[in-house]
């Protein structure tokens, strides 16, 4: 099946500091990654979508130099936390999007990243 | 706008019981629903639905679309406390990749 792996899973750091997430497709290519957030008992609310070898695409509200997006092969995508602050600490969850194919339906999540900010 | 709406937000119940959640939509283009369960990480696939009328069924659960009043029920019976999660609905356009996710509904179901 198909696998999306997310590193680190936890991270705490100081505020003012950036943190870089990876989210790796392990079975498959994605030309397609989604990144979400999500606050203590709500929904997924999607940040972006970062497309290979292109500039990423950010959903209305959400600071494309704060976020920043790198997918720099069919199996990886970052995601860098600028300067980060204690609002931003969330859980976030990054999902790969097959290329080609049959699967078009379905995107795959990987496990998330929860980011506390002191 | 595009938005998914899920009801309620919020349900306590006693195992045994059986329960119905709700997924409303409105998507421009649709293409498929899609439900997920959501425990401590990230969400797990549960069903996908593209057609009215068709029930999906695995073990206790269950699902079907009603794509004329745009709306979708995922059923529970004989609740465990094992179903305890957050269930989460999405809608996927026929356009580009993006998935429109609902609110959720947190299920606590006690013993």
């Known amino acids: 099946g198909a696998v999306v792996s997310q590193h680190p899973s936890r991270v705490i750091c100081k505020s003012g500091t950036s943190v870089k997430i990876e989210c790796r497709s392990l079975d498959f290519q994605a030309t397609t990654m989604f990144w979400y957030r999500q606050f203590p008992k709500q929904s997924l609310m999607l940040m972006a979508t970062?497309?290979?070898?292109?500039?990423?695409?950010?959903e209305q509200g959400v600071e494309k130099d704060k976020f920043l997006i790198n997918h720099a092969s069919l199996t990886l995508s970052t995601l860098t936390v600028t300067s980060a602050h204690p609002e931003d600490s969330s859980f976030y969850i990054c999902s790969a999007f097959p290329s080609g194919g049959a699967s078009y339906n379905e995107q795959f999540f990987g496990p998330g990243t929860r980011l506390t900010v002191l | 706008e595009d938005k998914v709406v899920q009801s309620p937000l919020s349900l306590v119940v006693h195992e045994g019981d059986t329960v119905t959640l709700n997924c409303s939509y409105e998507v421009t283009n649709f293409r498929s629903l899609l439900w997920y369960k959501q425990e401590k990480k990230a969400p797990t696939f549960l069903f996908m639905l593209?057609?009215?009328?068709i029930e999906k069924k695995s073990g206790r659960l269950s699902s079907i679309l009603d794509k004329k009043e745009l709306f979708s029920i995922l059923n529970i019976t004989a609740t465990q406390t094992g179903d305890s999660a957050v269930y989460l609905c999405?809608?996927?356009?026929?356009?580009?990749?993006?998935?429109?996710f609902g609110t959720g509904t947190s299920l606590t179901v006690i013993p």
């Open positions: 593209t057609s009215s009328g």
């Open positions: 999405a809608v996927k356009p026929n356009t580009g990749n993006q998935f429109y």
């Open positions: 970062s497309n290979e070898g292109s500039k990423a695409t950010y």
